[in-house]
């Protein structure tokens, strides 16, 4: 009893091992987050206990951070066989938007290859910390990050017959059970990544670029100026991150208001007023003028 009861549980962590590996590549293929991945494994494996562990322990990449619901998600290089963008670099999503897409920018005209490369973006939504594996390419012709994202995600959800290719190394029996166990749910995951992780990663690339509008607009100031404006800049870029990373509208401690300058400023230069704040003020202004009572004139005879 004992002998078959040993060969039993290493027949299971043996078809666990293998199971493993399967449901791990689907994160690492772009298919799923680690915490989707995790999700799943932790029904499918129930009361095995150590299978779970087994998932996320076997590499060191695959441990979530702490991040803080002020930063934009991060990018780590975790394989790449381009030496302009060397495995373990980490930089912001919005450093690896602007670096990977100037970087295939530059390889357009040129007869370098395709070369493999694959990063993990750490991220907080919904104000849980989540990362997610995307393998991209960079070579003539390849996008930015997030383009490759976008092209990536719809491909994978609009050919479902290929996500099921990848339990085929699985031994028969195993193969259908996993199909069964993550196959439907592996749908439901891609869509959240076209329809909210990929906007959300854009939101914050968006942000960057607001930040950097205010950069710009803030080095034509005079000194005393530029530093209250770049002040209410920085605390509005925070909200607006901690807003997005939480799901919740971040409101201020005090209101804020932007400084004026006192150049007067071309009128492409003006941020626009919502309709209504306008009517508000045409109905101010009206009202300190004072009205005019026309005289009726006695009617000639």
Known sequence: MKETAGNLRRDVKDLLGESANIVTGLFKDGLCTV????????????????AFVSLFNSTNEALLPGLSPEQQPVVTVIESTDKNIPAGSRMTLSEAETRIGELNQRYWDSDEPERPVRVAIDYMLDGEVDRYWLPLRTGPGCGSLLEQMECHVDANLNRPEEVARLFEDAPAGLRELLHEQFGPQLHDDLEKLAGRVLTFFQQHHTITKLEQQFQTQAAAMPQKEKEKFLEYAKAAVTDLRKAANTSKTIAPAQERTAPVSSTPARDSDRPRQSVKVKLHQIKKERSKVPVRVKSRHAPER
Do not use: E, L, Y
């Open 35 to 50: 915490r989707g991945a995790a999700n799943r494994w932790r029904n499918f494996t129930r009361d095995i206990s150590g």
